[in-house]
């Protein structure tokens, strides 16, 4: 059974860069089955996308964040990673990884991505000075 | 970017009491919807992909429907268990966007 849980600083200070890791167990992150994802979730707010990494590494960001946003895999450890550059209060967020199939076609409709499970338990990170 | 609308925002509801959740997109996203129900300081737990399928363990009274630009969630008969917040998820092109949620309350 596919298990992840993020891990990395609680605390980050205003323009300094927010970096988390997600560790995969029972899959590998080399499979072609998944694409591997960022989400973030601001206090007392909704979801919002940050980014996947697939295997090859070919990567998909939020335009909203991308200027800002790097995810690499580290196929070693079997994790990846979430860089976040010129972070602000507004980053202040429970970030959570978690899987999502890559591209499939059905009945002739083509979908670009796929729903995200399991997600990991999710890392406070806040900023502040 | 699709934007995702989901109404209302928040509900109350009584144990046994049938409930609906909508979720509108702003364009045609065909079956390319997912569900989440999320509790408080919980992750999101996914329960329906492809707007109507039910993921494996998910009870059977919850259900969802539609295609294109309307979607709904349905919850035959409300368990104190289901008390959360609920998600939609559109998958049919990137960047992957989320409604605002709909917070189901005890009356």
């Known amino acids: 059974q596919m298990q992840l849980q993020e891990s990395g600083p609680g605390l980050v200070k205003p323009s300094e860069t927010l970096s988390l890791t997600c560790t995969v167990s029972g899959a590998s992150i080399t499979t072609n089955s998944y694409n591997w994802g960022w989400i973030r979730q601001p206090p007392g707010k909704g979801l919002e996308w940050i980014g996947n990494i697939y295997y090859s590494g070919k990567t998909y960001y939020n335009p909203s964040l991308k200027s800002r946003v790097t995810i690499s895999v580290d196929t070693a450890n079997n994790q990846f990673s979430l860089k976040l550059r010129s972070v602000s209060a507004a980053d202040t967020a429970v970030y959570f990884c978690?899987?999502?199939?890559?591209?499939?076609?059905?009945?002739?409709?083509?979908?670009?991505?796929?729903?995200?499970?399991?997600w990991g338990q999710g890392i406070l990170v806040t900023v502040s000075s | 970017a699709i934007q995702l609308t989901q109404s209302p925002s928040s509900l109350s509801g009584s144990v046994g009491d049938r409930v609906t959740i909508t979720c509108r997109a702003s364009q045609d996203i065909s079956s390319a919807l997912a569900w989440y129900q999320q509790k408080p300081g919980k992750a999101p737990k996914f329960l329906i992909y492809?707007?109507?399928s039910l993921e494996s363990g998910v009870p059977s009274r919850f259900s969802g429907s539609g295609s294109g630009t309307d979607f709904t969630l349905t919850i035959s008969s409300l368990q104190p268990e289901d008390f959360a917040t609920y998600y939609c998820q559109q998958f049919n092109d990137y960047p992957l966007t989320f409604g605002g949620g709909t917070r189901v309350e005890i009356k």
């Open positions: 492809d707007a109507s």
């Open positions: 978690a899987p999502n199939p890559p591209g499939y076609c059905t009945g002739g409709t083509c979908y670009s991505g796929g729903w995200l499970d399991p």
